[in-house]
């Protein structure tokens, strides 16, 4: 008791609060004075398999953080328990839908947790800390929770509910930690009598879930253990003779004289160092209990940051994949991290339970595009397959080159993907069942004035060319800033056949560009383009209407902007920063303030020049909403967008 008093080791932490593992998921642990014991799990099949964990009541609670301080197993101990750094929130309104919030690190409520609240949640739009754009979020007390997860507001949507302002009252919120503190009373602390004998450990019954000692099995207990048992067999018991305590009896005139018992015992031992009772086993198995990447060093200080992401990843990953694409000769962090996760890198073998951390080279240190390309086709995606068919979660970065494509290989498989306050992705399988229908995306476009799709000739900025080429059939003039006077100019895609007076819309949104680019420093024209863009959505909503009913920012981050002109612009989905202000562009438009007379998607007046014939639009656009009833921004009673079971 003294010696854990002196560590002063009061305050454990254990992972996976979220995670199917953590047996007690649910459970309000307020005011409550819990008693836990330290042990083994050993169940096939759990992830946690081999590691010392926390139990309650015969239940797993979690695994040890890799900094937390741990003790013996098979201590006992009376602790509180609190969950912190949440990563979630789940909304359950009265009617019983249920929405997400996520990235709760990011903003207000990063350190509080919410055991079943009522409380009234407002949504609205802000910039997100980290990609610079709007996105929207749920209010609570003027102070913001998290973002609306994307098939939150797809259900939001479906109810005409996805407007700033709107009031849910009475809401239930809970949070979703990652991790738990547990607090200790040190005068609870009882150790095993036998918790020194490192052959003992605890084991637990996979039919009972009862805590009870038993030999050593593998897993083993702790790191130290395993190290032992994974680099060690024991081979043929040798039989060593004790050295007799007293010297025989030897007659002086015998000239015989005595070797001292301190040099008995050290040729002894020397015989015993060199044929040992134990060998190596090469080819053991390691099973490691702590971050495999926590002893790495970057090898350049270039790299040393985004080390920090990858640690991070290591430390809930169960699995890894990855295979550098840089030559033999030149450094590279895959190569360094496939080779610590040792032989759980690159199994093939996933379950439902892992998550598997993805690690690939990007488009610097010589490593072209084609190379990695090369090696996502040959390495990762038979990997990815395996993944994707057997559920498991995936972590993985947000850099250009081999991070990238597995984001999109992913989503494109259905895995939705989720930002982590740590600086990765998570990616997860969506829930098979939705009790409300979600809006489906349509298929990609190439967004150029070239484009086979009437709409994506209608969203590049050059729409007199798309016009030209008979893509469309309206002018689409955007007025910006202060509309200066142009003169007659023929030169250009955009073409002048006569002056423009001052304060006449600028022919499209490609002529906007070009003027105010040339008064604009290069560092601000992507702000540029995505206000014009927003200018041009706002004067034409039939525009975002029909964005809205291909699926909104999920549909136009399928879409790509390519030509064989292969410019600064272009490139697949937020890859293209064409695009990329696009999807600005459209979100700023749909965050607009809205009054209780007006919805975000009403049309107003349309500027375009309307040429004779069919709407172009008309396999895209929804019949306009009937406004002959005011709006009303907070509805009363309070919004109900799904009845729950049972109810009326």
């Known amino acids: 008791m003294e010696r854990f008093k002196e560590l002063q080791f009061t305050t454990l932490k254990t992972i996976g609060y979220h995670q199917p593992t953590n047996e007690h998921s649910g459970r309000n642990w307020e005011n409550q004075n819990v008693e836990i014991e330290v042990g083994v799990e050993t169940r096939a099949g759990n992830y946690n398999q081999g590691k010392s964990v926390i139990f309650i009541d015969g239940k797993q609670l979690g695994p040890f953080q890799s900094e937390s301080p741990q003790l013996p197993v098979g201590t006992k101990a009376i602790a509180t328990i609190t969950p912190v750094e949440p990563a979630k929130a789940i909304l359950r309104t009265k009617g019983g839908n249920e929405l997400i919030i996520d990235k709760v690190q990011s903003f207000d409520y990063r350190d509080r947790v919410f055991n079943g609240e009522k409380l009234d949640v407002k949504v609205g739009f802000v910039l997100d800390p980290d990609k610079k754009r709007n996105i929207p979020v749920a209010i609570v007390d003027d102070k913001i929770l998290g973002r609306i997860e994307y098939e939150s507001t797809q259900k939001l949507k479906k109810a005409d509910f996805f407007k700033s302002g709107v009031t849910l009252p009475g809401v239930q919120i809970n949070s979703v930690s990652t991790t738990a503190v547990v607090k200790i009373d040190p005068e609870t602390v009882r150790y095993p009598e036998s918790w020194t004998k490192r052959r003992d450990v605890l084991a637990r019954d996979e039919n009972t879930a009862k805590v009870a000692y038993a030999p050593i099995q593998e897993p083993v207990a702790t790191r130290a253990a395993a190290v032992g048992a994974a680099a060690f067999k024991p081979v043929a018991a040798q039989t060593v003779q004790p050295e007799a305590s007293s010297p025989p009896t030897i007659a002086p005139s015998s000239g015989v004289t005595l070797t001292s018992g301190q040099a008995l015992a050290r040729e002894k031992l020397e015989r015993l160092v060199d044929t040992p009772s134990f060998k190596s086993a090469e080819g053991s198995s390691r099973f490691p209990t702590s971050n495999p990447l926590k002893d790495i060093k970057p090898f350049n200080p270039s790299v040393a940051h985004h080390m920090k992401k990858d640690v991070a990843m290591a430390e809930v990953a169960t699995q890894f994949i990855g295979k550098s694409a840089a030559s033999e000769n030149t450094p590279s962090s895959t190569r360094n991290y496939t080779q610590a996760w040792g032989e759980r890198a690159n199994t093939g ?65 259905g895995y939705n993907l989720e930002q982590n306050s740590s600086g990765f992705m998570r990616m997860n399988q969506p829930e098979r069942s939705v009790d409300i229908l979600i809006e489906t995306v349509a298929a990609p476009v190439n967004i150029y004035s070239g484009s086979n799709s009437s709409l994506g000739a209608a969203l590049t900025n050059p729409t007199e060319l798309s016009k030209f080429k008979g893509n469309i059939q309206n002018s689409y003039p955007v007025s910006f800033r202060d509309n200066p006077s142009r003169p007659k100019d023929t030169s250009g895609p955009e073409k002048y056949f ?38 041009k959505l706002e004067q034409h909503p039939k525009l975002t209407q029909a964005i809205e009913k291909q699926g909104g920012t999920a549909w136009l981050e399928t879409c790509e902007h390519t030509t064989a002109a292969r410019g600064f612009w272009e490139g697949k989905g937020r890859d293209s920063p064409f695009i990329a202000a696009l999807i600005d562009a459209y979100e700023q438009v749909m965050e607009k303030q809205v009054d209780s007379t007006k919805s975000i998607s009403q049309p107003e007046p349309e500027r375009g020049v309307a040429a004779p014939g069919a709407d172009p639009y008309g396999e895209f656009l929804a019949p306009p909403p009937n406004m002959s009833q005011p709006q009303v921004v907070t509805p009363q009673p309070e919004p109900v967008f799904a009845a729950a079971p049972g109810a009326a």
């Open 349 to 413: 073998t996933y379950s439902n339970l892992d998550i598997v951390m993805v690690s690939g080279s990007g488009p610097w240190r010589g490593v072209t595009s084609e190379r990695i390309s090369q090696v996502f086709e040959e390495h990762y995606k038979p990997l990815l397959d395996k993944v994707v068919e057997a559920g498991a979660q995936v972590v993985v970065g947000d850099a250009a080159g081999t991070d990238k494509l597995v984001q999109q290989y992913l989503q494109s498989k």
């Open 498 to 535: 006569q002056d423009k007076p001052a304060g006449e819309p600028f022919l499209s949104a490609e002529d906007a560009y070009q003027y105010f680019k040339k008064t604009t420093p290069v560092d601000q024209r992507q702000q540029l383009m995505t206000e014009i863009i927003s200018a």
